[in-house]
């Protein structure tokens, strides 16, 4: 079972930026797809980005051109850049893993954005 660990949330003005990291307990080389998702109050879970083994990308629309997505396969280490930052991004955000896009997969905890207007 793949331990994953978000850090780097906190308050941050709109326009501002924040980087999040994800560490996690084992090798990520066999986890094909890592992602970022993000749950505002009273909403869903959402897709926010998600990076491939072979570096592929995908993103949310509200995202794109803003926030970027990057894995360290030999740290282990999973991130979001998000720039430009806008209180609709406010969320808890959480790091998820899996070796096949229809897998559950692995999930941390959260860490929690909050973005002052």
């Known amino acids: 079972q793949v331990q994953l660990v978000e850090s780097g949330g906190g308050l941050v003005q709109a326009g501002g930026s924040l980087r999040l990291s994800c560490a996690a307990s084992?090798?990520?080389?066999?986890?094909?797809?890592m992602g970022w998702y993000r749950q505002a109050p009273g909403k869903q879970r959402e897709l926010v980005a998600r990076?491939?083994?072979?570096?592929?990308?995908n993103y949310a629309d509200s995202v794109k051109g803003r926030f970027t997505i990057s894995r360290d396969n030999p740290k282990n280490m999973v991130y979001l850049q998000m720039n430009s930052l806008k209180p609709e991004d406010k969320a808890v955000y959480y790091c998820n893993g899996r070796r096949r896009v229809i897998d559950a997969g692995y999930w941390g905890q959260g860490t929690q954005v909050n973005v002052s207007s």
């Open positions: 990076i491939s083994n072979g570096g592929s990308t």
């Open positions: 084992e090798s990520i080389f066999s986890i094909n797809f």
